[in-house]
């Protein structure tokens, strides 16, 4: 079963920024979804940020122009680069892969699919 391990959350001022990354392996998929969602306990995920294997990005409406998805495949890493961060986007992040996703444009809408241990943000403002 893949694993996800993210990394590079932490404490900034707002306006500040972050890069959030996520290793996998065991990773054997051709055809997926990967991306970053955000969840307090009790609360739905709120999708933020996904790429396809064609390498398609999507964002939520709250983030575009801020935040910035890639990959290195060599690496098996994901990236998300946060800029002009603002107290709201104040959250745990959660890396998660979906193989049954085609189009990241739906994975933000509803990203499903299996996760890694999150790191922490928070935003001071």
């Known amino acids: 079963q893949v694993q996800l391990v993210e990394s590079g959350g932490g404490s900034v001022q707002a306006g500040g920024s972050l890069r959030l990354s996520c290793v996998a392996s065991r990773f054997t998929y051709i055809k997926y979804c990967m991306g970053w969602f955000r969840q307090q306990p009790g609360k739905d995920r709120e999708g933020v940020a996904g790429?396809?294997?064609?390498?398609?990005?999507s964002y939520a409406d709250s983030v575009k122009g801020r935040f910035t998805i890639s990959q290195d495949n060599a690496k098996n890493t994901l990236y998300l680069q946060m800029n002009s961060l603002k107290p709201e986007d104040s959250d745990m992040y959660f890396c998660?892969?979906?193989?049954?996703?085609?189009?990241?444009?739906?994975?933000?809408?509803?990203?499903?699919?299996?996760r890694g241990q999150g790191t922490q943000v928070s935003v001071a403002s």
């Open positions: 790429i396809d294997s064609d390498g398609s990005t």
């Open positions: 998660a892969v979906d193989h049954s996703c085609r189009e990241s444009k739906n994975w933000v809408r509803r990203p499903f699919g299996y």
